[in-house]
């Protein structure tokens, strides 16, 4: 008897110990399915900065430089970057090649990070052999880019970081502060000076509420709503467009926009034709690449003047809205000496360090203004405190 409840006892593990052991090596198999498909969702909401792209740009240039092949240096990076989303836009290019697709058809398919520009470069790269060489001079062309908007947006950043602090430290006394001495005020006796009531005035609207929230929560609700719309509105087309008329009208800032778009507009131009991409197709690229709209249709009319014979210069003379005298004349001298890549170059970088100039008065300008509206309000708080106040001192004396 005790030989078959062994023997059975042993037919029992034999048989369900794998199934324990199938199950068990299942769960983290599922596991870590589950863990991989949640990354490669999350990884397309990272943000994929220009230094990601110019990193893409420039170790791909090194690797066939080396003698790589696209196709290994591709999968060589797959391996080694560590954005997870750019991982992803990588393996997809990697998977369109093996389809049969050049590589500026695989950017092709992400518009959305990849330019109209690089994706030309990258054609006219392949078609000359130069796709090394075109690769470094997308990753400088792009370092360059960015630097020039980072150069723009900086300088702007300490004056709206003084009005913001202004606007909360106006929001701060008129909640937290006005309240609290309100009831001095009303002890003191006889009318109150006019700037006083004004700020009492001001104080209790700020404190008062409707629909039970308080109205300087619905004042900055409203302030969130309007710039959120407001930028929505600058996305859409009539919208980018009007704007853009609106700046262009301003006293500095619209010599300020125009001085941006023709900087874009030449560093553009000497980009593509550098890099061998035909003069009509490079004033195309360039127009879809210059990031204004008023501009953009002008640079597409004097491509379609280009294919009929029409040189770029002769299109610009008469339009000085667009195009100051000093353009034309050098694009003229550009086109008449076949150095349309030098000269624009020249002029992309003699607008781009106007540019900083304009930049760096400007933001010098608004300082002092920005001191002289604070002094204000900090004078208009210290009258509107002290003068009831003196006030009743001078009457006791």
């Not at 909360?168 to 006083?196: H, N, S, Y």
């Not at 597409?300 to 280009?306: G, L, R, S």
Request: aromatic share 8%.
């Amino acid at each position: 008897m005790a030989s078959p409840s062994l023997h059975i006892g042993k037919q029992a593990t034999a048989t369900v110990a794998p199934e324990v052991t199938k199950k068990a090596s299942a769960m983290p198999g599922k596991k870590a399915g589950w863990l991989s498909a949640m990354n490669d969702f999350l990884a397309q909401f990272q943000a994929i900065k220009t230094t990601d792209k110019v990193s893409f740009f420039r170790l791909l240039a090194t690797m066939i430089n080396a003698g790589i092949s696209i196709l290994k240096a591709l999968n060589i990076m797959v391996e080694q970057t560590e954005n997870n989303h750019m991982k992803q836009i990588i393996g997809d290019i990697v998977s369109k090649i093996e389809g049969g697709g050049s590589f500026s058809q695989a950017l092709e398919s992400f518009p959305k990070y990849f330019s109209e520009a690089q994706i030309g470069m990258v054609e006219a790269g392949e078609a000359s052999g130069r796709l090394n060489q075109t690769l470094l001079q997308i990753a400088d062309e792009t370092e360059k880019q960015a630097a020039f908007t980072s150069r723009i947006k900086g300088a702007m950043v300490y004056p709206v970081v003084i009005v913001i602090i202004m606007m909360a430290a106006f929001i701060t006394v008129m909640v937290l502060v006005m309240p609290k001495i309100k009831d001095m005020f009303v002890g003191l006796g006889g009318e109150l000076p006019a700037m006083t009531q004004a700020l009492v005035g001001m104080s209790d609207w700020f404190v008062s509420s409707y629909m039970g929230i308080p109205n300087f929560l619905w004042l900055m609700a409203s302030v969130v709503v309007f710039v959120v719309v407001f930028k929505q509105w600058k996305k859409t087309k009539w919208g980018n467009v009007l704007w853009i008329r609106f700046v262009f009208v301003m006293p500095l800032f619209g010599k300020l926009s125009k001085k941006i778009s023709i900087a874009h507009f030449c560093r553009g131009l000497s980009t593509m034709v550098s890099s061998g991409i035909p003069i009509i197709k490079a004033l195309n690229i360039t127009a879809a690449s210059v990031g204004n709209p008023l501009y953009k249709k002008r640079i597409n009319q004097i491509a379609d003047d280009v294919k009929h014979g029409i040189g770029m210069a002769e299109n610009m003379k008469d339009d000085l809205y667009y195009f100051p005298n000093m353009v034309v004349g050098m694009m003229g001298v550009a086109e008449q000496t076949a150095q349309v890549d030098n000269i624009t170059e020249k002029l992309a970088k003699y607008y781009e360090d106007e540019v900083d100039t304009m930049v760096k008065s400007l933001s010098s300008l608004m300082e002092p203004i920005i001191m002289v509206v604070l002094g204000g309000a900090v004078a208009f708080l210290v009258i509107a405190v002290m003068e009831p106040i003196l006030s009743v001192s001078d009457l006791a004396v």
